[in-house]
């Protein structure tokens, strides 16, 4: 199983990002997928999941209205289409994978994901 995360780079507060995360070796319907960042000197965190046997999805409160998870199926991949960013967004964020279904997506947290992408760097200019 290979989470490889995509998309991260540069940007300008304000401005729109979309990351990917592409997986093999397994399909998205019995796993919850995760998008995760931790900036420098601080821990990770979740940021957005999305359980692929319902659709349903978690926003940490920081990104609600701001950035949306999206999964296609046929591509076997996850997004985060992040926009009106800003400075304090910036971090590495990481895709993980957690196999299991109709779990309550606000409990879960980063030791709960067993699969894990080695990151994109996000950094927004302010």
């Known amino acids: 199983l290979q989470l490889v995360e995509s998309g991260g780079g540069l940007v300008q507060a304000g401005g729109s990002l979309r990351l990917s995360c592409a997986a093999s070796g397994f399909t998205f319907d019995d796993y919850v997928i995760g998008w995760f960042r931790q900036a420098p000197g601080k821990e990770r965190e979740g940021v957005s999941y999305?359980?692929?046997?319902?659709?349903?999805?978690y926003y940490v409160d920081s990104v609600k209205g701001r950035f949306t998870i999206s999964s296609d199926d046929a591509k076997n991949t996850v997004y985060l289409q992040m926009n009106s960013l800003k400075a304090e967004d910036t971090a590495v964020y990481y895709c993980a994978a957690l196999l299991g279904v109709g779990l309550t997506l606000e409990d879960l947290d980063l030791h709960d994901f067993d699969y894990w992408g080695q990151g994109t760097q996000v950094t927004v200019s302010s």
């Open positions: 999305i359980s692929g046997s319902d659709g349903k999805t």
